[in-house]
């Protein structure tokens, strides 16, 4: 009677199970919240105070100008494939994908190395964002204190083969009440190809609000003194900021005819 009793409440659980619908998830369609799992906290708190890295990667076009005294500079830069183009008074300077190509506009000299320059003002502006990109490796170090106050440090290094100059190192300092991003110690080694102890700093003084992200207003260069910055030494502004999640088309970025590529 017992083992009636046990097949006869089966039966009914396995027709339930029939008369109810299984939900099957498409996950392909469903927008999922997970990218900043795959960064560390310290760096991912950061992320989150400029907008959150999620938004970020939802962007497709950033373009910002810096007026000169020989005129405005416009830097117009693809986010996913890092195409780009620099408008200057003299010259147009861009990036195809795979080649650095340099355009005169007269009889001017460019004064500089095309190659270090197409993106060079761009990683500066779009910190702390870049520093979401493949490749790279986070440590957390000593903090920087400037005039009394502490900064938390997150290192910044690369794995061999990333980029143009790999060896290159950087420490973002946060602010620890905020965690918006306060200062940039960086070092350049493309032209030693060899890695440096000698760290610049730049000041992240001002930011403004762009399609719901922080980015910087003010850039502030610092002289350095025994690794660290002393004093203002000078400022690049950046107006007409445009971020878009719209990608411009790719003719934006090719190489103009009368252009020279830049080895």
Known sequence: MKFKILLFASLLTLSACKDKKTEIVDY????????????????????????????????????????????????????????????????????????????????????????????????????????????????????????????????????????????????????????????LGYTVTYFTKEKSKEFHYIKYANWQEQNGLLLPETLEWYTVENNLPISKRNEVIFTDVQLSSDALEEAVYKKPEGAEVMK
């Open 28 to 183: 392909k369609t469903q927008e999922l919240d997970v990218t900043t799992s795959i960064y560390p906290e310290s760096i991912a708190k950061v992320f989150e105070a400029h907008g959150g890295i999620d938004r970020w990667k939802q962007m497709k076009t950033l373009s910002f100008t810096m007026p000169k005294a020989e005129g405005n500079e416009i830097t117009t830069t693809d986010l996913k494939s890092r195409k780009a183009v620099i408008d200057m008074p003299h010259h147009q300077l861009g990036f195809d994908g795979q080649e650095v190509w340099l355009k005169k506009k007269d009889t001017t000299t460019y004064k500089g190395n095309p190659r270090f320059y197409y993106n060079l003002m761009f990683y500066f502006y779009a910190m702390p964002f870049v520093l979401s990109d493949d490749g790279i490796i986070y440590t957390d170090v000593e903090p920087l204190v400037v005039e009394g106050t502490s900064y938390p440090g997150i290192k910044i290094s690369y794995e061999s083969g990333v980029g143009e100059s790999p060896e290159d190192e950087y420490i973002l300092y946060y602010d620890q009440d905020s965690n918006t991003m306060a200062w």
